[in-house]
């Protein structure tokens, strides 16, 4: 959401009137705040992942000088934290660690799922929250050292939303290879080449999927429509105009010039 300066505060009384149970994750896209909860108060700015509860008292704060910020909420309920509730209670209103390891990743997932929200189609946005309540909830098993909570299929599927996000980071990448992916993220090509299969997916196939998918959508973007076509592939990862012209057609059923033709004649008219 993108607001102006305010402050929330959720009190006693608001709770026992209703009471969801549930959690809220904020990642700060633009501006900065402050959180107070169960005695601590966190300051926060871009990037930075602060958990609440809504079922205990907070205060919320936008800083007022910032005309308009923009922020990312998750909310989710209790039973969606396999964790357990004396170390979730440690972290609400603590600046989770966002400067490298999972909590970078985290960050940056959340940042550019914020930035990329009005692309998302709704099975999309189904789909990457899933990742991102798994990919979080391991950042926070991490934050409090208890990762033998985890489930095994919880640390799989957080496992593959950071080689998702690596991936999308890194398609411009002529070579952005399964190797590549494998040694990033510490596990063997055989175990890469298992998870993607769970999926009913290759790893080859997949980054196919994401370079053709933001080849085009800058084919009909109006303001790329004189960059050539040659240099949009090149920018996601085509080395070879010809083999990129040859993909497109056999994913859309036109040739690249062709469907960038056809989407300029239909947004004349």
Request: charged fraction near 20%; charge should be positive.
């Amino acid at each position: 959401m993108t607001t102006t300066p305010y402050a929330i505060h959720r009190t006693p009384k608001l709770i026992r009137q209703t009471d969801p149970g549930m959690f809220k994750l904020s990642c700060i896209v633009r501006g900065r705040g402050v959180m107070a909860q169960d005695g601590r108060s966190a300051d926060f700015d871009a990037g930075n992942l602060v958990l609440y509860d809504t079922s205990r008292p907070y205060l919320a704060e936008l800083a007022p000088d910032i005309p308009a910020g923009q922020m990312l909420i998750l909310r989710f309920p209790h039973s969606l934290l396999p964790l357990p509730a004396r170390d979730l209670r440690r972290l609400t209103a603590v600046r989770l660690p966002c400067d490298q390891g999972v909590g970078a990743l985290s960050s940056q997932f959340l940042l550019q799922l914020a930035r990329h929200m009005d692309e998302l189609s709704p099975s999309d946005a189904a789909r990457l929250s899933t990742l991102a309540l798994d990919l979080l909830t391991t950042a926070l098993a991490n934050a409090v050292d208890a990762d033998s909570a985890l489930a095994p299929h919880a640390r799989q599927r957080a496992l593959m939303a950071q080689i998702h996000a690596f991936i999308a980071e890194h398609l411009g990448d002529p070579h952005l290879t399964p190797a590549a992916i494998a040694a990033a993220h510490h596990i063997s090509m055989r175990y890469l080449h298992k998870l993607f299969h769970r999926e009913g997916r290759t790893v080859a196939g997949w980054i196919r999927e994401r370079r053709l998918d933001r080849c085009r959508r800058d084919l009909i973007d109006p303001r790329l429509t004189t960059r050539p076509i040659s240099a949009i592939a090149a920018r996601w990862g085509f080395t070879s105009p010809a083999h990129f012209s040859q993909t497109f057609r056999a994913a859309y059923g036109l040739s690249p010039r062709q469907f960038r033709q056809q989407y300029a004649t239909a947004h004349t008219d």
